[in-house]
């Protein structure tokens, strides 16, 4: 299995920017797709983005749409998340995750499909 690490979060001003980094290693995890969760106090942890294996898709879940964007570095063995105009409302643990099997799409994912997590990075926006 992969481990995962992330790396990126922290506290932010409402409006403001942070950009998220996974890294990978154990295995290659260029012929899986990936994704990245999050999970606020009390709250189910709940999908945000999926990139697909080769990069080429993408899925974002509504709240994050247009404000969130996932990348990957399949050289660097890494997934990025990028949010821009961050709201108290995007306040969570968020996890990095890849798939169980290989050549995965970009579409919604549950946590059932996934064969390993990070740790988790916590970001935090202000009002």
């Known amino acids: 299995q992969a481990q995962l690490v992330e790396s990126g979060g922290g506290l932010v001003q409402a409006g403001g920017s942070l950009r998220l980094s996974c890294a990978a290693s154990?295995?290659?995890?260029?012929?899986?797709?990936m994704a990245w969760f999050r999970q606020a106090p009390g709250k189910e942890r709940e999908l945000v983005a999926v990139?697909?294996?080769?990069?080429?898709?993408?899925y974002y879940t509504d709240s994050v749409k247009g404000r969130f964007s996932i990348s990957r570095d399949n050289a660097k063995n890494a997934v990025y998340l990028q949010m821009n105009s961050l709201n108290p409302e995007d306040t969570a643990v968020y996890y990095c995750?890849?798939?169980?099997?290989?050549?995965?799409?970009?579409?919604?994912?549950?946590?059932?499909?996934?064969?390993?997590w990070g740790q988790g990075t916590q970001v935090t926006v202000s009002s």
């Open positions: 995750a890849v798939e169980k099997t290989p050549f995965g799409v970009a579409q919604r994912i549950d946590t059932k499909r996934i064969g390993s």
């Open positions: 154990g295995r290659t995890t260029s012929t899986y797709a």
């Open positions: 990139i697909s294996w080769s990069g080429g898709g993408t």
